[in-house]
């Protein structure tokens, strides 16, 4: 795992804003979630309190986007990880397979 997403993992645990280079987490007191951003698209959303989390690419599947996404998956929803597979988008959850589609959510063990 690169540093800045060790730097990025930190801040969405410990609930605390956090920016470098082209990443940045916002910590919503009043919502009590952590929006994950990069390059000005919100990559992932996750819920502190419900410990759901919402993937998202904005149509950006870079091998960026999916190493942010999986080290944000290590730290949160351990096991899983996303994967791309002859240009396709994979999720591997609860040793499932699931497309990759925006906007999808995990909690407590489901894709939804």
């Known amino acids: 795992m690169r540093k800045i997403e060790q ?4 801040a969405i645990v410990n609930r605390n804003n956090w920016s470098n280079s082209n990443t ?5 007191s009043f919502t009590d979630c952590s929006t994950i951003v990069l390059h000005r698209t919100a990559i992932a959303v996750y819920d502190h309190k419900n410990q759901a989390l ?10 960026t986007t999916k190493s942010r ?5 290590d730290e949160v929803m351990y096991g899983a990880s996303v994967f791309q597979r002859q240009f396709n988008w994979f999720l591997s959850y ?12 995990l909690v407590n063990g489901d894709v939804v």
């Open 69 to 73: 996404l999986n080290a944000i998956l």
């Open 24 to 28: 940045f987490v916002e910590y919503n």
């Open 94 to 105: 609860n040793n499932q397979t699931h497309d990759f589609n925006d906007g999808m959510i």
């Open 54 to 63: 919402k993937l998202n690419t904005g149509g950006w599947q870079t091998n």
């Open 7 to 10: 730097q990025m993992n930190r």
